[in-house]
């Protein structure tokens, strides 16, 4: 399918890290609405907040949303960790009532597909993952009346990220210096992919909406290369030359922690997309980002 400013896409959480670069490699193809709290500190769009149409999901009537611009294509990406001591009612309501009246509201009006923004964590690990996996229950219940593609990122990093990501975190740790960092043994792996890749691969399904036959469809956003937390530690503290100490084995692990990812992107690279960056350059970038702030 290609874009056109015939067809308008709705956004929650357009100011975030990732919607708000989902928004920017959009925004002259289509007419694009954002669903967003605080429409008047939309940080990240700056620089295009004339072109978009800024809705205040606080204050807002969904119908009348879908009744004043014809919707084609929903993308849920506003998420909440929990990582900043939100309750449990704020990562519901952001999680899944939210997204869960967007469909109702969109199958009504004949909104033509849902991208979900999911992940790959096991569903006991947080609320957050929680929620998305309940969440992707209900969207598989409603795929008989609206085409839903749910897309399972792996850990997205980069230039710009949210600061208590964890290798934006480890970043700042370490290039000032602390002198002991505590983490598990870090035997976990994890697949890091970068952001701009992340935003191709929402492109890469947008653009091929029309080849994509199931009703339901999951697909893994991965760069397909793993790595242990401790070598990326190790990788983050040698690119930083850092002087602290990292105190391997002094945290446990979570609960049902994820410690070998099934990773496979093949159903993405069959649609033509291709992970670009390697880690040690999305690693080098985020760290000359991290330095200048």
């Known amino acids: 399918m290609t874009g056109n400013k015939k067809n308008t896409i709705l956004i929650t959480g357009g100011n975030g890290f990732l919607g708000s670069n989902i928004v920017k490699a ?18 990240r769009l700056q620089e295009i907040k004339d072109k978009l149409i800024l809705i205040d999901v606080d204050d807002v009537n969904l119908d009348q949303i879908f009744i004043d611009y014809q919707i084609d294509i929903i993308i849920h990406t506003a998420t ?21 009246k967007l469909i109702t509201v969109g199958i009504q009006h004949q909104a033509r597909v849902f991208i979900n923004t999911d992940t790959v964590l096991d569903k006991f690990v947080s609320p957050y993952a929680l ?6 229950d209900w969207l598989t219940l409603y795929s008989n009346k609206i085409k839903v593609v749910n897309l399972q990122l792996e850990h997205f990093y980069g230039p710009g990220g949210s600061m208590d990501n964890f290798i934006s975190l ?9 002198s002991e960092i505590a983490l598990t ?18 492109l890469t399904i947008i653009d091929n909406l029309d080849d994509i036959s199931e009703q339901f469809s999951n697909y893994q956003i991965a760069s397909g290369e793993v790595i242990s937390i ?24 979570r609960p049902n922690e994820l410690m070998h990812p099934e990773t496979d992107n093949s159903k993405l690279v069959n649609l ?14 985020t760290i000359e980002y991290i330095k200048k702030k």
């Open 26 to 43: 959009l925004i002259d193809q289509y007419t694009i609405i954002i669903l967003e709290k605080n429409i008047d500190a939309v940080s």
């Open 80 to 100: 909440i960790y929990g990582r900043n001591q939100e309750s449990i009612d704020q990562i519901l309501t952001t999680n899944l009532a939210l997204p869960l």
């Open 131 to 136: 929620t998305k996996s309940h969440l992707r």
């Open 170 to 178: 480890m970043i700042t740790k370490m290039l000032n210096n602390e």
């Open 185 to 202: 043994e870090g035997k976990q792996l994890r697949d890091f992919v970068y952001f701009k890749d992340v935003v191709s691969a929402y």
């Open 230 to 253: 401790r070598d990326l530690v190790e990788c983050i503290k040698r690119i930083t030359n850092s002087s602290s100490e990292l105190k391997f084995g002094e945290l446990p692990y």
């Open 272 to 285: 033509g997309w291709h992970a670009k960056v390697d880690l040690d350059s999305g690693l080098l970038e």
